[in-house]
């Protein structure tokens, strides 16, 4: 393998990625989302405040209160950038390989099907990366503003992480060299958007028909999802599953030496 052609192929959706004039606007949507949750946010001595409006239905605790919203804030945030931004940078790239065009393009190159997949797991794991570090900085703009535990803020950004490595793990694992048209790669793109939220509406189906320790480990990632000691457990295995699923899809490119 060669690092410099796996570059190439992965550089224009790196660049992609970070481009600062990006049009689903996810910098202008992290500036909103941090402005809501600094000086929108307020505490009257009895309930928390939103553009000075009391809020009470998230409780009179002040500290609680606040971890409440400002999960909520993010979890908008979550469903904003995987429409707007995951899906046109991330996952629709990834599934253009269902496409005929795309597979004709790749027979012309000189990289090898190994190549080609590890370039594909560059892409999910420096999108992963990004967000994730955009996540932190609200994470810590918005601790240090209210005095809170950053670490409890921090959970909902490994999250969106571990989110961004299952959904672009099931896209990548699905090639395996089928060659659909435009409604069959929307298709699999809607399955891998939503797999993590299934996955957790299946975690409470099944939260009673089977061992709690089981279902404590279940994988899954959604926003709006009640933060406890137990979730990072989830979220953590919802990215082991990510980057399972990568890891064999390059394990089954590598057997090959040519693109076929």
């Known amino acids: 393998m060669k690092f410099f052609r796996v570059w190439v192929l992965a550089k224009p959706f790196v660049l ?5 004039n990006d049009p689903s606007r996810i910098y ?8 809501c949750s600094t000086v929108a946010l307020g505490w009257n001595g009895q309930n928390v405040t939103f553009l000075g409006i009391p ?35 991330l996952l629709s790239p990834l599934g253009d390989n269902f496409l005929v065009s795309q597979s004709l393009w790749l027979r012309l190159t000189p990289c090898t099907p190994f190549e080609l997949a590890f370039s594909k797991i560059l892409r999910v794991i420096f999108c992963a990366i990004w967000v994730g570090f955009l996540g932190i900085i609200w994470a810590l703009i918005s601790s240090l503003f209210h005095d809170l535990d950053t670490l409890k803020l921090l959970l909902d950004v490994l999250g969106i992480t571990s989110y961004i490595f299952l959904t672009g793990g099931i896209v990548v694992a699905l090639d395996f060299g089928l060659m659909i048209g435009d409604s069959g790669r929307t ?13 957790f509406l299946s975690s409470l189906a099944t939260n009673r028909l ?3 320790k089981f279902v404590a480990f279940f994988p899954y990632s959604a926003p709006f999802t009640r933060l406890s000691p137990e979730t990072m457990s989830h979220f953590l295995m919802a990215a082991v599953i990510g980057v399972i699923l990568l890891g064999l899809h390059s394990l089954i490119k590598a057997r090959y030496s040519v693109y076929k």
């Open 55 to 89: 809020q009470q239905l998230y409780g009179s605790v002040q500290e609680k209160a606040l971890q409440l919203i400002l999960q909520e804030f993010f979890s908008y945030w979550w469903i904003f950038t995987a429409i707007f931004y995951l899906v046109p940078h």
């Open 16 to 20: 992609k990625i970070i481009n600062i």
């Open 28 to 35: 202008l949507s992290l500036i909103v989302l941090i402005i």
């Open 210 to 212: 089977i061992n709690n």
């Open 187 to 199: 298709s699999i793109l809607i399955i891998a958007l939503f797999s993590p939220i299934f996955l």
